[in-house]
């Protein structure tokens, strides 16, 4: 089984637009800028928005540099439908074209897809995914999620990604700890 080489694991997050009317102001940061500064925490993080495939792979190429290395939490926030990313309102991003972007870049990295819906897929293509990547683990929802309920989720997701290396650890206490969120939101970790 492949392990983690750190526990300390900060967040590279790439997330889209929520919605068509850019004055909404739902965003994944808050969120992401609460475990930076949370007593205990300190999950430090990157933000950038892509809505587009060239934005999208741009920022793939540019998080496989050596100065990003202690973010190994790649954050996708999107809309989402099984099998792909909404990169907008007719624009989708599917998981064997994000695969092509992120052939062998996520070495040792936990791609987590906060999107609703995208690995509601047979296990054999989210395994694809994971191979193709070379990512230690693809995670994500496999039904329609809220946003409070999933980004909080998330949050939980991250902070038990912090005590383990071994992804089967980090499975286990999720369980253990929030089990039932897990079942509810139809949470999955794919891993080897």
């Avoid at 793939?60 to 989402?80: M, P, S, V, W």
């Avoid at 992120?102 to 897929?121: Q, V």
């Amino acid at each position: 089984m492949k392990t983690a080489t750190n526990y300390a694991k900060h967040v590279f997050c790439i997330e889209g637009d929520w919605h068509p009317d850019l004055r909404q102001k739902d965003t994944i940061e808050n969120a992401l800028r609460f475990m930076e500064t949370a007593s205990g925490m300190k999950v430090k993080y990157i933000h950038r928005h892509g809505s587009t495939h060239q934005e999208l792979e741009s920022r793939i190429n540019e998080y496989e540099k050596k100065r990003y290395d202690q973010f190994t939490i790649f954050y996708l926030a999107f809309h989402g439908v099984p099998n792909g990313l909404k990169l907008g309102q007719k624009t989708i991003l599917t998981l064997d074209e994000l695969g092509d972007m992120a052939e062998n870049k996520l070495k040792n990295k936990i791609l987590h897809l906060g999107s609703c819906e995208t690995l509601n897929i047979d296990k054999r293509y989210i395994k694809k995914l994971l191979k193709k990547t070379g990512a230690l683990c693809v995670s994500g929802f496999k039904k329609e999620v809220p946003f409070v309920s999933a980004t909080i989720f998330d949050v939980l997701y991250f902070e038990m990604c912090q005590y383990y290396k071994k992804m089967d650890s980090i499975e286990k206490y999720m369980k253990l700890y929030y089990g039932k969120l897990m079942k509810e939101l139809e949470f999955i970790m794919v891993y080897e």
